[in-house]
């Protein structure tokens, strides 16, 4: 079975500070997703990594996908109360098949004011 | 377009009790899946289905029947509820399932068993 470890589970930190959240397996993934979570609504995708070693950037957050394919990281630059939320990454098998996805434990992130 | 809608929000079940968990998309996705969502371990693949009359087993497929008789919709049926059911479900759909297509979630239902 494959598993994505995401670390830390939760976070707490003051407006203005950076933060990064890890996602990390033994096994290869064909893709890797983020997606961010309100209270009381699914989850929503923030990006799609594919390419070993690929970065990608969205304002405040950055992505980048590990050269092996088997972690992601997701940096947040000077984080507003906004951010605060569930981060979900999710990885699609290398042997996928019927569109599965493999999701991480997510991080509660928390940014007071 | 309504996206993904779920019914219905929140349910209480009594241990035994049979019930119907409602996935409709307007967006005419070939690709539907269930999840459940419990503290600390992420979402989990129930059911899922690759188009209409195609349906296949996730991780945590005991306990839930699925079938998908149109494209849009994918209902989730507990036979005979357990405590252990008790989570929030999500609904999802995307194109076609590939790697990189976006999935898209419903709202969920908050289901309790007592």
Not at chain 1, 5 to 29: H, R
Not at chain 1, 86 to 113: H, R
Not at chain 2, 76 to 88: G, H, I, M, N, W
Request: proline share 5%; charged share 15%; net charge neutral.
């Amino acid at each position: 079975t494959q598993l994505l470890e995401q670390s830390p589970q939760f976070l707490s930190i003051q407006e203005g500070e950076n933060l990064t959240v890890y996602c990390n397996s033994s096994s290869v993934f064909s893709s890797l997703q983020w997606y961010r979570q309100e209270p009381g609504e699914g989850p929503v995708l923030l990006v799609t990594v594919v390419t070993g070693g690929e970065v990608k950037k969205l304002k405040r957050l950055t992505f980048q996908f590990g050269d092996a394919r088997k972690d992601s990281s997701l940096h947040i630059t000077a984080a507003q109360p906004g951010d605060t939320g569930l981060y979900l990454c999710a990885g699609a098998p290398s042997y996928n098949q019927g569109g599965k996805l493999i999701f991480g434990q997510g991080t509660e992130l928390s940014v007071k004011p | 377009n309504a996206g993904v809608t779920q019914t219905p929000k929140f349910q209480v079940l009594k241990t035994g009790q049979s019930m119907t968990l409602q996935c409709a998309q307007d967006m005419n996705h070939e690709y539907m899946s269930w999840y459940r969502q419990d503290p600390g371990m992420g979402l989990r693949l129930i059911h899922y289905s690759v188009g209409a009359g195609i349906t296949d087993q996730g991780e945590v497929p005991n306990g839930y029947n699925v079938s998908r008789s149109t494209t849009e919709d994918f209902p989730l049926r507990l036979l005979s509820a357990a405590p252990s059911q008790t989570s929030v479900y999500f609904c999802a759909s995307s194109l076609r399932g590939t790697s990189t297509d976006t999935q898209y979630f419903g709202p969920g239902t908050r289901l309790t068993v007592l």
